[in-house]
């Protein structure tokens, strides 16, 4: 049981480049999410997806696309990227949409855009 | 909108002192309030939850009380270990945030480093 699963680790990238994020989870959860994490900011939701075929905006999401290609794996998109997305990114997972419930994150992927 | 404000870092404690870092909340609804733990190079997890008011949460010799009136998460350990040294988070998600979605809000976190 690996939990949520993200690759890569690591990547650096030009400005202007482009690259997806890959997120899978194998606890058969409904929910998924993308934060970044910036130092002195704390987590910021960008894109969640409440169930296999939705997604939605959360806090940041300009510059970013997501896929739900199904219900165990959710992509983020950077299509042009800008060094201000230079953060790391955490994918999450929750059985269900409810406001009691836990999220359970990925190991993350550090990225730096030159 | 909602929010989290918790202690500013780095703490800094020998090993078996006693420890507390402060959170509070706003929120517009009846949140449920969370602390999640990152220990270096990995993604959070979970430490504790509580889901109503005077709700106590505890993990691993963590305790967070749920407090309405004073809007307080507070995080206590009456005796760290070198093994606790992480980053805190306090969160909080509440049933009207957003257009009925529901997110997680988090605090800007906590660095802890126990020394030995």
């Known amino acids: 049981n690996a939990g949520v699963t993200q690759t890569p680790k690591f990547q650096v990238l030009k400005t202007g480049q482009s690259m997806t994020l890959q997120c899978a989870q194998d606890m058969n959860h409904n929910s998924m999410y993308w934060y970044r994490q910036d130092p002195g900011m704390g987590l910021r939701l960008i894109y969640y997806s409440a169930s296999e075929g939705t997604t939605d905006k959360g806090e940041v999401p300009n510059g970013y696309n997501v896929s739900r290609l199904n219900k165990r794996e959710f992509s983020l998109r950077l299509e042009s990227a800008a060094p201000s997305q230079t953060s790391v990114y955490f994918c999450?997972?929750?059985?269900?949409?409810?406001?009691?419930?836990?999220?359970?994150f990925g190991p993350g992927t550090r990225l730096t855009v030159l | 909108g909602n929010s989290v404000t918790q202690m500013e870092g780095p703490v800094t404690l020998s090993e078996e002192a006693f420890l507390t870092i402060n959170c509070t909340y706003t929120a517009t609804g009846y949140p449920s309030l969370f602390w999640y733990v990152q220990y270096p190079g990995e993604g959070l997890q979970l430490l504790l939850k509580a889901t109503k008011a005077d709700d106590k949460g505890s993990n691993k010799g963590f305790e967070a009380t749920y407090r309405k009136e004073t809007t307080s998460f507070h995080l206590e350990k009456g005796s760290v270990q070198v093994s606790d040294s992480a980053v805190y988070f306090c969160?909080?998600?509440?049933?009207?945030?957003?257009?009925?979605?529901?997110?997680?809000?988090f605090g800007k976190g906590t660095k802890l480093s126990v020394i030995p």
């Open positions: 969160a909080l998600s509440d049933r009207r945030s957003g257009a009925g979605s529901y997110q997680l809000t």
């Open positions: 999450a997972s929750s059985e269900a949409r409810r406001f009691t419930d836990t999220q359970y």
